[in-house]
T-cell receptor, first 110, second 114 residues
Framework: EDQVTQSPEALRLQEGESSSLNCSYT??????LFWYRQDPGKGPEFLFT???AGEEKEKERLKATLTKKESFLHITAPKPEDSATYLC???????????FGTGTQLKVEL | DAMVIQNPRYQVTQFGKPVTLSCSQT?????MYWYQQKSSQAPKLLFH???????NEADTPDNFQSRRPNTSFCFLDIRSPGLGDAAMYLC?????????????FGPGTRLLVL
């Protein structure tokens, strides 16, 4: 069965304190790994898609990497506006369904 | 800007009173999804349309129905809402094709059942 596990569940950082979020996955035949940001009361906002081990993508202070077993979302010198829940997901089975992790709730304080 | 739009953003209904949530998209994507998300939980897929083909998840209650009259619009009908149906309902779209499975979400509709 396809599974996605995210850690930590919650993370509190000081502004400028870099860190990484983890997404471990078990899936047969990876067809992509997706990172989303979700603010309270809003829909998930697409960040990155990674397709193959070794691939990296960056956007502002965020960098996503992928290995054969896990993905990391690195946050460099975070700001309070980076506070959100970060979700990762993989396509499940042979169809369009996404299996989501339960997310990492990030809070960046001044 | 191309986007996924959901209306209303907040919906209050009474126990057992039918309610319809709407979703529209300007991305011209052929796949549309409805997810239910409860507090502090991951989104849970209810069903999706692959073009005009409806695909229901095995554990989606019969109380939930959907319509897709054209490519741009999709509706979620809850026939007899219960207190347990209070949640955020998310619409998403994607386009099939090689490396094109990214799903784009709308802002969501928060449903409150009184």
């Amino acid at each position: 069965e396809d599974q996605v596990t995210q850690s930590p569940e919650a993370l509190r950082l000081q502004e400028g304190e870099s860190s990484s979020l983890n997404c471990s996955y078990t899936v047969s035949g990876l067809r992509g790994l997706f990172w989303y940001r979700q603010d309270p009361g809003k829909g998930p906002e697409f960040l990155f898609t990674l397709y193959s081990a070794g691939e990296e993508k960056e956007k502002e202070r965020l960098k996503a990497t992928l290995t054969k077993k896990e993905s990391f979302l690195h946050i460099t010198a975070p700001k309070p506006e980076d506070s959100a829940t970060y979700l990762c997901a993989v396509p499940a089975g042979g169809g369009n369904k996404l299996t989501f992790g339960t997310g990492t709730q990030l809070k960046v304080e001044l | 800007d191309a986007m996924v739009i959901q209306n209303p953003r907040y919906q209050v209904t009474q126990f057992g009173k039918p309610v319809t949530l709407s979703c529209s998209q300007t991305l011209n994507h052929n796949v549309m999804y409805w997810y239910q998300q409860k507090s502090s939980q991951a989104p849970k897929l209810l069903f999706h349309y692959y073009d005009k083909d409806f695909n229901n998840e095995a554990d989606t209650p019969d109380n939930f129905q959907s319509r897709r009259p054209n490519t741009s619009f999709c509706f979620l009908d809850i026939r007899s809402p219960g207190l347990g149906d209070a949640a955020m309902y998310l619409c998403a779209t994607s386009r099939t094709g090689t490396n094109q499975e990214t799903q784009y979400f709308g802002p969501g509709t928060r449903l409150l059942v009184l």
